[in-house]
């Protein structure tokens, strides 16, 4: 049975993190995605429809779908997704919708020498950190209630851009980089979507960071990842982009999920056994 009569349009729904949040909620939902090239096949689902972020206007795509939930995992030319939201945030100002966007923990790459929280001020020296700023900035001049800014650490799991780049080092003998200093939190894919699934259902709004509840050495934590893969001995490329440990992790303080939402940095090291 439908969780209300929700309809829920995933834009950048063929990527890692879309298609995985499409895989999610599509039982509960009357969802659609958005893909950007055929190739994979996503042209033959109903359910979704071509977009190219350059060249298309968005609006085109929200009138023909008229969701009540909009999931911004678009990715892609910076200038081209600044135009997009614009476009989103006028077309959710003028009707009854809320739009949830994933950001990440680089809104706050600046400040590294303690964990981040929901209400502390960004600051990134990054541009890509300084992209998801720019857009946060616009979300927060709607009415609360209509979006929901969902910040991210590190994302893990089996099919992950960054597992597979490992994967690919090691079958080529090539070295990973691992960053010995930085302490981080992380999630994974399968968390991610079991949390938003329930900010959508429990109508939840606000700013909230999706990451584990400890943190861990981004060397340590590879490391831990590959012996659960399987039995390698790959080589490490260490990087030391400063001589003091540098925090990236977000943390809650204010809007903490339920305990069975929570997770650890060592449960998201455990799903990574080899497949």
């Known amino acids: 049975m439908l969780e209300g009569s929700n309809k829920i349009l995933i834009l950048g729904g063929s990527g890692f993190l879309g298609n995985a949040l499409y895989k999610e909620l599509r039982a509960y939902y009357d969802t659609y995605g958005t893909y950007f090239s055929a190739k994979k096949g996503f042209g033959d689902n109903q359910q979704f429809l071509q977009y190219d972020m350059g060249e298309d206007d968005i609006f085109q795509i929200l009138e023909k779908v008229r969701p009540q939930i909009i999931i911004s995992a678009l990715r892609g030319n910076f200038a081209a997704q600044i135009q997009a939201h614009q476009h989103i945030l006028e077309y959710v100002w003028e009707n009854d919708c809320r739009i949830y966007f994933l950001s990440s923990a680089n809104v706050f790459d600046a400040y590294s020498k303690y964990p981040s929280y929901e209400f502390d001020k960004t600051l990134s020296e990054s541009i890509y950190g300084r992209l998801k700023i720019k857009i946060e900035n616009m979300l ?6 209509k979006m929901g800014i969902l910040r991210l650490p590190m994302v893990f799991g089996n099919q992950s851009p960054r597992i597979k780049e490992i994967k690919s080092n090691v079958q080529q003998n090539l070295p990973i980089e691992v960053f010995p200093n930085l302490v981080m939190n992380v999630t994974n894919d399968d968390k991610f979507t079991q949390q938003l699934h329930y900010l959508i259902n429990r109508n939840k709004s606000g700013i909230f960071h999706l990451g584990s509840y400890d943190l ?9 990842v590959m012996e659960r893969i399987g039995n390698f001995s790959p080589i490490y490329k260490r990087v030391y982009t400063t001589n003091e440990e540098r925090y990236l992790a977000v943390l809650p303080k204010e809007n903490k999920l339920p305990k069975n939402l929570q997770v650890s940095y060592q449960e998201i090291i455990d799903q990574h056994i080899l497949k």
Request: glycine share 0%.
């Open 140 to 145: 927060l001049r709607l009415p609360k209630r």
């Open 216 to 224: 861990v050495h981004h060397d340590d934590f590879i490391k831990e």
